[in-house]
């Protein structure tokens, strides 16, 4: 069956009701993606709303059911902190931080694999091919079945940066691209993670390398059709680190940390790091013609560290909505990158914010480099300005201001992380006022993906550093804000470890990347009752 190919986006519209509907722009842009479709890293409109028309899910997912599970892999999960953790003897690489994203009825996944040199400069332990000799002179270890090379590969300094397309309704492998030019770090997590989660639209896949290579792959066929950045003094500064046999800054990851690309109005857009060592300063927001290649603009000091700038679309206009760790919150028409407005003086904003229809919740109150503490503000916006509509009291405020938080049908969903000697709660706000409507306690801090689909939102919790994916569903109703259900996902699902893990909705399916470097997929979907009972 042909996809439906929409030249919109699905938006939160209407100042009254606020209600989910398919808008078409006076303005029609390049389409996005195709109906029913996950084509960037926080869903099809960037606020982790699914398609409204996923019906029928399930409420316990714990009904979920395993359809199929990768036949290609990358080389593990997430985690990878071999530098602070020491040996880790029989884990895998990391393969970076990037979650899958599904378009035209494939899945695509972009990962790091670890080759080559081995670093020589570690800061906290031995070095790892010391380690390795050791551990082969351990008998239990080598009757365990010891991997010297496997062990090696959790320290090396280059890698391959690897996209993989799966037929997202049998998991065969249709194509896999490789390219032989990227860098690796032993200690991808926490804010030392890279997100570098692709985008899709007008039949191509758009992904930001290791070494800071925008790349556009035809969807179909995983040939190359532009490369951006891909400069001979970007070469040779790989080349200098594999020659000096490690990557030099104690916090060398933030060199090689990667963003998620954004596609709206036939543009790549992503944030860029311009300086090596990133943490605690703004990023570029960057756009690309997504035909030819041509860098269209650049607005400097606007990007989050980590998250993804957010998409705002108002008649028939695009706009994006970037926010950064030092408080400031920058509205950029994506036509032609023009500075529409700029907030300044907010809290801590380094992850994500959220907008949707005409309204945008943000951290307002609180400290900026920093995200232990927050007060959550929300917005009302215009393209020439955002006019401020609330900001939550003290006492409703968030010691984790990395919490995710959703905008859906005039309400405000906040996980509320542990403020002593209050427990941990979802809080459910009026959009318009700030009024609390509901609350609930949880049990595990929340701090992954949130998404909505069917009237129904679905909060992956922490995960215990990486240990357990835990899944909970909650009605969205208001009068009957409830935990639904918790589910363990089975098969040692990753989490990204600060940066939220998307598990993509779509078509009743529910994709998830896992720890042994698989993806599977779930029936999400309620038993159908039988028309002839």
């Known amino acids: 069956m042909t996809s439906i190919r929409l030249p919109a986006f699905f938006l939160i519209t209407s100042m009254l009701s606020l209600t989910a509907t398919w808008m078409f722009p006076a303005q029609a842009a390049e389409p996005v993606a ?25 409420a316990d997912l714990n009904q979920a059911k395993l359809l199929w599970t990768s036949e290609d892999k990358a080389c593990g999960g997430v985690r990878g902190q071999s530098r602070r953790y020491g040996g880790r003897v029989g884990m895998k690489p990391s393969a970076g931080g990037a979650s899958p994203i599904v378009y035209r009825d494939k899945v695509y996944f972009y990962f790091l694999d670890p080759k080559g040199a081995v670093s020589s400069n570690i800061s906290y332990n031995k070095d790892p091919r010391v380690m390795a000799e050791e551990y082969l002179a351990d008998p239990k270890l080598v009757s365990q079945g010891f991997n010297k090379e496997q062990f090696l590969d959790l320290w090396r300094i280059e890698a391959n940066d690897v996209v993989l397309c799966i037929d997202a309704n049998t998991g065969k492998t249709l194509w896999k691209k490789v390219f032989p030019d990227g860098l690796y770090h032993d200690d991808w997590a926490k804010p030392r993670n890279a997100n570098n989660t692709p985008a899709a639209g007008a039949g191509k896949i758009f992904f930001y390398s290791s070494m800071g290579v925008l790349r556009a792959l035809d969807a ?72 030819s290649g041509e860098q269209k603009w650049r607005v400097d000091d606007v990007g989050p560290g980590q998250g993804a700038p957010s998409l705002w679309f108002h008649d028939g206009v695009s706009y994006i909505v970037a926010a950064s760790q030092l408080g400031n919150v920058t509205c ?43 007060q959550l503000g929300a917005y009302k916006l215009t393209p020439e300005e ?30 509320r992380a542990d403020v002593k000697p209050l427990p941990g709660s979802i809080l459910v706000l009026d959009l318009q006022t700030g009024k609390l409507l509901a609350e609930t306690e949880v049990d595990h801090d929340i701090n992954g993906c949130q998404i909505i689909a069917d009237d129904k939102i679905y909060y ?22 409830r935990r639904l259900s918790q589910w363990t996902m089975p098969n040692g699902p990753t989490n990204a470890y600060e940066i939220p893990m998307a598990r993509p909705i779509v078509k009743g399916k529910m994709y998830a990347r896992h720890n042994d470097g698989h993806i599977r997929c779930y029936d999400v979907t309620a038993p159908q009752a039988d028309s002839k009972k």
């Open 386 to 415: 955002a006019q401020h509509l609330w900001t939550l009291p003290p006492e409703l405020h968030n010691s984790n201001a990395t919490s995710p938080r959703i905008i859906y049908k005039d309400r405000v969903y906040v996980r």
């Open 34 to 58: 195709a109906f029913q479709d996950w084509p960037m890293w926080s869903g099809p409109t960037a606020n982790w709303l699914a398609s409204p028309d996923e019906k029928g899910l399930i």
């Open 220 to 291: 179909e066929t995983g040939e190359l059709v532009w490369e951006a950045w891909n400069s001979e003094e970007k070469q040779a500064q790989r080349q200098a680190v594999i020659d000096r046999g490690h990557l030099q800054e104690k916090r060398a990851p933030k060199a090689i940390m990667g963003p998620p690309v954004l596609f709206a109005d036939g543009l790549a857009i992503f944030t860029h790091a311009a300086s090596k060592n990133n943490y605690g300063r703004e990023k570029s927001l960057v756009a690309f013609d997504g035909t």
């Open 332 to 374: 950029v028409r994506v036509a032609d990158g023009k500075v529409m407005w700029k907030l300044t003086g907010k809290a801590y904003n380094g992850h994500s914010i959220t907008v949707a229809g005409d309204y945008m919740v943000i951290n307002e109150v609180g400290e900026t480099k920093k995200y232990k503490s927050a």
């Open 460 to 481: 992956e919790c922490d995960g215990n550093h990486n240990s357990v994916s835990l899944i909970n569903s909650y009605s969205a109703d208001p009068a009957d804000f």
